[in-house]
């Protein structure tokens, strides 16, 4: 298994600001994803991010809204910009096990945007 | 478009008893079905999973039954425990996609 953290844990931002969150994995793996989770409701992928190429954003999801780097095999950034209400959510991000489909979650993030 | 389906929404369930969650899915080319279990302010945590190439996978307690006929799959909690108690989601995903697609979610809530 792999084990996740992620910085900060919980952040309340005023609306209009930006939020970076680290992902940080402790063995090297290809793929990353992260979801969000609105409060009481299921994850939705926002976008899957591989070391070397651009991350692939799911429908509803674009770049400009939420910015992701990969600058390795055990790190990872997710960035919400330009935040509203409607933004507060938990941040999570996976890695996928080493050959096999298995998905490791971090502990989230808790976004409040006031 | 919603490809997995779950309930009930939430469960309450005796002590001892055993709890079933369902999930139907609707993609016949997810290959891949795990069960996660979260508790509140923590990630979700790998349970248990499948593939369609098996029709039930017990592990401890936890057993899932898969019909790939009916496209359906559940989770069984046997001897359900108050420390059961959290959010189970069901899940699936495509062999070379990887990315999971969630169910809903259900509360499970064991009495003691």
């Known amino acids: 298994s792999a084990v996740i953290s992620q910085k900060p844990s919980r952040d309340i931002c005023q609306r209009g600001t930006s939020l970076t969150i680290q992902c940080q994995v402790d063995s090297q793996v290809t793929m990353m994803f992260w979801y969000r989770q609105q409060p009481g409701q299921s994850l939705t992928l926002i976008a899957t991010a591989n070391q070397g190429s651009e991350a692939t954003y799911e429908s509803g999801f674009v770049i400009d809204k939420f910015p992701i780097s990969r600058p390795n095999l055990t790190f990872s950034t997710l960035t919400v910009s330009n935040m509203s209400p409607e933004d507060s959510s938990i941040y999570l991000c996976s890695v996928e096990g080493s050959g096999s489909n298995t998905q490791y979650f971090g502990p989230g993030t808790r976004l409040t945007v006031l | 478009q919603q490809q997995v389906k779950q309930s009930p929404q939430s469960l309450i369930v005796q002590k001892g008893g055993i709890s079933i969650i369902n999930c139907a899915y609707e993609?016949?080319?997810?290959?891949?079905f795990p069960w996660y279990q979260q508790f509140p302010g923590k990630g979700p945590a790998l349970l248990i999973a499948?593939?369609?190439?098996?029709s039930e996978k017990k592990e401890g307690r936890f057993t899932i039954s898969f019909n790939k006929s009916a496209k359906q799959f559940s989770l069984h909690i046997m001897d359900s425990q108050p420390g059961d108690s959290a959010t189970y989601f069901c899940?699936?995903?495509?062999?070379?996609?990887?990315?999971?697609?969630f169910g809903s979610g259900t509360r499970l809530q064991v009495q003691p």
């Open positions: 993609n016949t080319a997810f290959d891949y």
């Open positions: 499948i593939r369609p190439d098996v």
């Open positions: 899940a699936a995903s495509l062999g070379g996609r990887r990315a999971l697609t």
